[in-house]
């Protein structure tokens, strides 16, 4: 198939990559949660610019295909732009900023606000696949521990947190355990968004670029954050609503709005917002 | 109102079309040519085609030209191309031995069988600025005297002298039917083989391995190198097609070898003998090559049965962040929006203040 840029392959990637990474993600669904190897490419964007979700989606695009980028919630953030754009020239696929338009959904930083459906699949972009990785540097190491699910470290760690802070003091990327096997990154997503990845019905792949690794949550798959008895796990409430439409059950950004510190909060699920502002306009009208 | 985030698709028009004004500079001035890159800037060319991992002279000065001079920036574009070429042949090794050599040196003897060569080299120049290059002067008719052409001699390595007397330990080559490590098409693993090991150092930053290189001779994983050789000139690179009895050379690339000889005082396994780190690049690239051996030999240390202790000996460490697209890449993405971690943390931060506050207070009431 030749692709729509020229001198390139259809979506970028040659065919063989492509079937290579088709492999990789098929184990990756095999074993929930387990970091697959894979021999990543130079893509002709930047490694933290969401190479590994890039590749991910090149190679299970097809023409018939609806992609949706968001970068921290939004269709309009330069970086979801860049990338959208990317798939629009080399894979000529039709791209939309809504969610429940999308069978492809490749995402930096959230979940969106809107369930996803089966059929429907989330891609992620992730800077470091490692869950330990800050509590062991080695990949000889972490390797070994996961493999004999020693994850005994992980829950000392977030035992320090409790005894000297009085909670688990993370917020983002907060670590979750997988078909209750693997523990896993789930990417730097507020942990906010945690519990959407539990039992969805969307195929939810991740992909690692730089350090050369894909994992993958199945359909309706267990996805537990880590927590204890006493210190049930809990996600972050705003006192405010979102000023453009009014939601109560999103997750808000901060925006600062003058230079004496005032500050507004909106949802950052662009689309999430645009629909909720659109019915509130229809029922005024009406 | 809210706007920040909004019309990124037109910011990200006119901030291409800005740089493409930047990068032509000043209209008065001429545009360069890519032969003048390639003849004239020919360092960062082999830089860039060695970083890069493609022997192609003309892409590489293109790639300087796109990058407006930043390297490192060119070594990605050439990568990004270079990933999407289809692969016809895997060639047969390069013998350096029969290098048409256009330099080469040994410090580790006076002379040696076919001599010093000191070839274009900056090391005996004095680095006072040449205002007479500021100004373009016509070239200057060849000198019939020097330019007497020299007889080949044969140049056998130095390494080769050295192992006749089993001095040098000896460069077993491995089981050539077993499938190469390919670092391009494969992740690292580690324990990483030699191959994968010279492979990631032939693409890893100079400037990474030139710190670490230099660290190893600063007491971090010393292991008291010698210069044996340094050669560089253009070597055939001959493919064996399956339907030929024979192999046929499809053509020359220019390069440089450092073969590091480094004093070693025997193990359980190994008598005392002298060991070897290896370097080798496109192009005129010494520092690059000397580093890439100083730092392969401080590797060596666990097959050498040395207790490894230092960043340069330590194999996860140096081939996990050797990579320079990699390393430019993460460190630059800090740049990319991180509004909804950030929030995230503000959340908490504000919440643990008040708990703290809330604390204190408490405290005080009692």
Redesign the interface.
Known sequence: MSGTETGYNYAYLDEQTKRMLRRVILKAVAIPGYQVPFGNREMPMPHGWGTGGIQVTASIIGPDDVLKVIDQGADDTTNAVSIRSFFAKTAGVATTTRTEEATIVQTRHRIPEKPLKEGQILVYQVPIPEPLRWLEPRETETRKMHALSEYGIMHVRLYEDIATHGRIATSYDYPVQVNERYIMRPSPIPKFDNPKMDMNPALQLFGAGREKRIYAVPPYTKVKSLDFDDHPFEVQRWDESCALCGATDSFLDEIVTSDRGDRMFVCSDSDYCGDRQAARRKEAAE | M?V??????R??AAAHKLLAEERRGDPEVPELTLPQIEQQLSLAVTRVMSEGALYDPELAALAIKQARGDLVEAI?LL??Y???L?RFATSLPIDTGRMDVRRRVSATFKDIPGGQVLGPTFDYTHRLLDFDLAEPKPVAAPDAEESEPQAAQPMPSVAAILGQEGLLEPEEPGDESAPLTDL????????AGREARLQALARGDEGFLLSLGYSTQRGYGRNHPFAGEIRMGDVTVEIQPEELPFPIGIGEIEVTECQMVNSFKGSKTKPPQFTRGYGLTFGHGERKAMSMALVDRALRCRELGEEPSSPAQDE?FVL?HCDS??A???????K??????F??????VRE?RE?AAAARKAEAAE
Request: proline share 8%.
């Open positions: 809210y920040s985030v909004k019309g990124g698709e910011a990200i990605f990568r990004a270079r990933t999407t289809p391009t098409r494969e992740p690292l693993s580690f324990p996860e996990y697209l990699e430019s890449g993460f460190v630059q993405h800090l990319l929006p991180h509004y909804v971690d929030q995230s943390e503000l959340v908490m643990m708990r």
